[in-house]
């Protein structure tokens, strides 16, 4: 695969913000192993937490919390798992509570999910409690598994696989109230989900659940539950935006679109998503033209219907790619080249976050001359129209990855943190990754 920029364009629709780079910290040099989960929890973003996966003198994986990384440089707070732990997540509620998960893979067979919760931001906890136990499922856990709900309520979103088939992912909905985890229910119809896209739970102050997630066949799907996660009902999807160019029907193969990496939020009265449309073009014979946008819509409860998609970004990448009839090199050399492509042209992994005031952000990962950098974009209008991009880092070397963040309580300071490769990104990242948190003041 040879892969090249071939054009980038510029919207003028979107509209100029000021902005203030107020900091630009490096929470962890780049030479550590950490997972791809960076957040900030609670009110404010007052709490960073990120997880470690090991290193000379720490043999189990860790979560991470370390408050108010932006003001003060302190040692983060550690809370050690066990050997048998694969991977972990967090959340945090607006009353500071945050709540630890992890997943155990035993030799067995065994998948376990245990929780604790603390009440005074990650200083002390309770003992672990298991959400779910089970043999012989393959259980996954991402970034938004987790989400609180009203005042010391939890939910926590299950995804698994019975077995090794192709299919039958599930969903299963568990709730902590009043100290116990119960499962409350199955979200019905996911048993096609892409293994690749990540899926997004949230929870409206009124005790609604929805989830977004994404098929096979690179669809978009929402559903609800205005029952706390008894019952479920599909909300469908937004719709995608027209493809530019002119084809002709016959003589012009169609290009291929596929959503992925949905964000979901509870906003006044809707929910807001934001999600990636990534687009191949044929080109020729071999060629292909690749590019992504990042989108946005809102689903009013009212009405019942998705408002228009609006596109967020301000600038696209198109990426040409030739695949070659007769590859020629290592394996491992074909993979890096495509994953440089895909992380060029797609995967921005783009993160939703809602001010307390209603104010909107999305952030995003783009590539911007032959380096891929964290962006914003900042809506006052509840996603009608967007902010031109913010460009969060202002280094001159290497690229980032996974960009998330929140705003402080007053809306007006976005807080991003975001993983950062050493040089070019890589499958072979020879001295482990970093981790930086940036902060921007928008009036």
């Not at 985890?181 to 096609?192: A, H, K, N, R, S």
């Not at 935006?241 to 939020?265: A, H, Q």
């Not at 995967?347 to 995003?364: D, I, M, N, Q």
Request: proline fraction near 6%; hydrophobic fraction near 40%.
């Amino acid at each position: 695969m040879i892969a090249g920029l071939t054009a980038c364009s510029r919207d003028e629709a979107h509209f100029a913000i000021p902005h203030y780079p107020q900091a630009e910290i490096v929470l962890l040099s780049e030479g550590v192993r950490i997972d791809a989960d960076a957040r900030f929890l609670g009110p404010g973003a007052e709490t960073a937490f990120w997880q470690e996966l090991g290193t000379n003198h720490r043999h189990n994986k860790a979560a991470a919390f370390l408050k108010t990384p932006l003001s003060a440089i302190v040692a983060p707070h550690y809370v050690e798992a066990g050997p048998s732990v694969y991977t972990l997540t967090a959340a945090g509620d607006r009353d500071g509570r945050i709540c630890l998960a992890y997943l155990e893979l035993e030799e067995s067979g065994v998948a376990r999910v245990t929780a604790r919760v603390s009440e005074d931001r990650g200083v002390s906890w309770t003992e672990p409690q298991v959400v779910y136990h089970e043999q012989g499922a393959i259980p996954l856990l991402g970034p938004s598994s987790l989400v609180p709900g009203p005042a010391g309520e939890w939910y926590f979103l299950l995804r698994y696989r019975l077995g090794k088939a192709p299919k039958g992912l599930l969903f299963r909905v568990y709730r902590r109230q009043l100290g116990e985890w119960d499962l409350i229910g199955v979200v019905p119809g996911t048993d096609d989900l892409s293994t690749f896209d990540e899926t997004s739970m949230a929870v409206s102050d009124d005790g609604r659940l929805a989830v977004a997630f994404v098929t096979y066949e690179g669809r978009l799907r929402v559903v609800e539950s205005i029952d706390g996660g008894k019952s479920w009902a599909s909300l469908g999807s937004p719709a995608r935006l027209p493809v530019p160019g002119v084809r002709i029907p016959i003589l012009t193969r169609e290009p291929r679109v596929d959503d992925g990496m949905p964000s979901l939020r509870a906003i006044a009265g809707a929910w807001g998503l934001a999600w990636e449309q990534r687009v191949s073009i044929p080109a020729g014979f071999s060629d292909f033209d690749h590019y992504a946008d990042t989108l946005f819509a809102q689903h009013d409860r009212a009405p019942g219907r998705w408002r228009r998609s609006v596109r967020v970004n301000d600038r696209r990448a198109m990426v040409r790619t030739t695949m070659a009839l007769f590859e020629r090199g290592s394996m491992m050399d074909r993979l890096e080249l495509m994953h440089r492509d895909s992380r060029g042209a797609g995967s921005r992994y783009p993160h939703l976050t809602v001010a307390p005031t209603g104010r909107l952000a999305v952030l995003w990962a783009e590539l911007r001359e032959s380096r891929i950098v964290p962006v914003a974009s900042v809506s006052d209008n509840g996603g009608q129209s967007w902010s031109e991009s913010i460009v969060l880092d202002g280094s001159l070397h290497g690229d980032v990855d996974r960009v998330s963040g929140s705003f402080d309580g007053a809306g007006n300071t976005l807080r991003a943190i975001y993983l950062t490769f050493p040089g070019p990104s890589s499958l072979r990242v020879p001295g482990g990754l970093g981790l930086k948190a940036a902060e921007v003041r928008v009036p």
